[in-house]
């Protein structure tokens, strides 16, 4: 009987991360389309306007090359997050809002910023805070396959790269730290402040 309700249930809590792919995709279609420029609604640092990117700007991609880019990276962090944590709608709204804020705040005037890979870059982030405070088994296998597989993008938060938000990709990624630190397991946060009272 366990795994016939494990595996509806594993199903179910993947079901948002393929749901929000289909509207990046729906949304890029649309753009392509003549006359069509959504990507102007992405963070436009420090302008009013700008402000509608923070939750926009993840949605929007500067072409399907752009978007098929961030499309594996985004399924398979996604579906970890919300296969292993269950958390998955706090981590993207934490990273998307935090995220898109801070790059809102600090990014260069007169650029727009837009595409998933500040999610991205979150998702990586958080799974691996995740797995160093909470010390499950699980959770530590998840953040080292993560750190094998996605290690390499770190490269990404460095500033001086063309045509690249590294200020979208530093700015998820601490986001995702900080989800990780605000959703640890409360046994975790017990046994972090029995350490800090011994």
Do not use: C, K
């Not at 809590?13 to 990507?39: C, Y």
């Not at 709204?93 to 990014?107: C, S």
């Not at 063309?162 to 700015?171: A, E, T, Y």
């Amino acid at each position: 009987m366990t795994p016939r309700r494990e595996l509806p249930s594993t199903v179910a809590a993947a079901v948002p991360v393929f749901v929000l792919v289909l509207v990046m995709w729906a949304q890029e279609i649309v753009d392509s389309l003549p006359n069509v420029d959504l990507d102007q609604y992405g963070i436009r640092p420090r302008t009013d306007e700008g402000l509608v990117g923070i939750a926009a700007a993840p949605f929007l991609h500067g072409g399907f090359d752009h978007l098929m880019a961030n499309t594996g990276a985004f399924l398979v962090l996604g579906v970890l997050i919300a296969v292993t944590t269950r958390r998955f709608w706090w981590v993207t709204v934490g990273v998307a809002v935090l995220g898109g804020f801070a790059t809102w705040l600090v990014a260069g005037a007169n650029t727009v910023h837009i595409g998933a890979s500040g999610l991205v870059y979150g998702y990586a982030a958080f799974l691996v805070a995740w797995g160093v405070l909470s010390r499950r088994v699980l959770s530590v296998v998840v953040a080292v396959v993560v750190v094998l597989m996605y290690g390499g993008i770190v490269v990404g938060v460095l500033p001086g790269q063309p045509g690249i938000s590294w200020q979208g990709h530093l700015f998820g990624a601490l986001a995702g730290v900080v989800m990780a630190v605000v959703l640890r397991p409360a046994d975790t946060r017990r046994r972090t402040t029995q350490q800090h009272l011994g």
